[in-house]
C-alpha cells in the first residue's frame, strides 16, 4: 500500500505546497482522502488512470478540502465515463450533490451521470476487497470527521480537522484514543490549529506503539512547535509532511 500527498498545505496553499489531498494506492485501486487539490494532472504524472480511483472520503466540507472536487466530478461526468468513484460527504449530502449539479449545468453541460453519493457518519464507512474504512466525528465544525483505513494487514489514521484549541492549557486532542491503544502503523495528524506540544504531547508521550506519525496540513509557522514535539518524543519516528511524499507500508 502506497499513501502519497497530493496536497499538504492548511487552509490555503503555500509556494510550493498544495491544499489537502492524500490518495491511497493499494493494488490497481485508488482511494482519496479530501480533495483540496484537483488531482487529475498528478494522476497523469504518475501515469495512474483516473478509472482506477474507486472512492473519494472527505473529512469535512472546507473549500481547502474540496475545492478539487468539482474538477474531479466534471471531468469523471463528461469525458472519463468509465471512471465510476464513489463518493463519501460529510453534512447535508442532498443539498452538496444539487450544488454540484448546478455548477456542472452552469458550464452547459445538460447531462448528469449516475454516481454514487453517501453520506459520512460514526462508524463504518466502507469496504471492498482492498481497504476497510471508518469515521469518527471531531470537534472541528458540526460534521467533521476522522478516518481510519485498513488495508493490506495495516492501519492509517488521517485526523482530518480538528478542534481549534481556545487555550495553551486546554486538553482536546479530539481523538479515538481506543484506535490509537490498537497501535498504527501511520498517525497522519493535522496542525493548522493549534501548538503541536499543546495539542499531541500528553496524548502521545505513553503511546510506543505508533510506528510513525506525520504532521500534515500545517502552516509554515507552526513548524517550530512540531520540531518542539519532536524534541519531547525522542522515541517516536515523526515525518513532516510535503506535497509528493509518499509512504510504503
Not at 497530493?6 to 491511497?24: A, T, V, Y
Not at 447531462?111 to 462508524?123: S, Y
Not at 486546554?170 to 496542525?191: R, S, T, Y
Request: glycine share 6%; hydrophobic share 35%.
Amino acid at each position: 500500500m502506497r499513501i502519497i500527498f497530493f496536497g499538504s498545505s492548511h487552509g490555503l496553499p503555500e509556494p510550493d505546497r498544495k491544499c489537502s489531498s492524500i490518495m491511497i494506492k493499494s493494488g490497481d485501486s485508488c482511494y482519496f482522502i479530501d480533495m483540496g487539490t484537483p488531482p487529475l494532472d498528478q494522476l497523469a504524472e504518475r501515469g495512474i488512470s483516473v478509472e482506477s480511483v474507486k472512492a473519494v472520503f472527505i473529512t469535512h466540507m472546507h473549500g481547502d478540502h474540496t475545492n478539487g472536487l468539482i474538477p474531479f466530478i466534471d471531468l469523471c461526468n463528461g469525458f472519463y465515463t468509465k471512471a465510476n468513484p464513489e463518493f463519501y460527504l460529510p453534512g447535508n449530502t442532498e443539498k452538496t450533490v444539487s450544488a454540484i449539479k448546478e455548477w456542472i449545468k452552469c458550464q452547459g453541460c445538460t447531462w448528469f451521470r449516475d454516481f454514487k453519493f453517501n453520506h459520512v457518519d460514526d462508524g463504518f464507512v466502507y469496504r471492498d476487497e482492498k481497504i476497510t474504512l471508518s469515521a469518527f466525528r471531531t470537534g472541528h465544525t458540526d460534521e467533521s470527521f476522522s478516518y481510519l483505513l485498513e488495508a493490506e494487514g495495516k492501519r492509517v489514521f488521517f485526523s482530518g480537522d480538528l478542534k481549534i484549541q481556545e487555550s495553551d492549557n486546554e486538553e482536546n486532542p479530539d481523538l479515538p484514543a481506543e484506535e490509537f491503544d490498537k497501535g498504527l502503523d501511520l498517525a497522519i495528524l493535522e496542525l493548522a490549529h493549534f501548538n503541536a506540544v499543546d495539542k499531541y504531547y500528553k496524548f502521545l508521550k505513553d503511546r510506543t506503539n505508533i510506528n510513525t506519525v506525520c504532521i500534515n496540513h500545517y502552516s509554515s509557522f507552526k513548524i517550530a512547535s512540531y520540531y518542539s514535539l519532536c524534541e519531547l518524543l525522542p522515541k517516536q519516528k515523526f515525518v513532516l509532511a510535503t506535497d509528493r511524499l509518499e509512504f510504503e507500508l
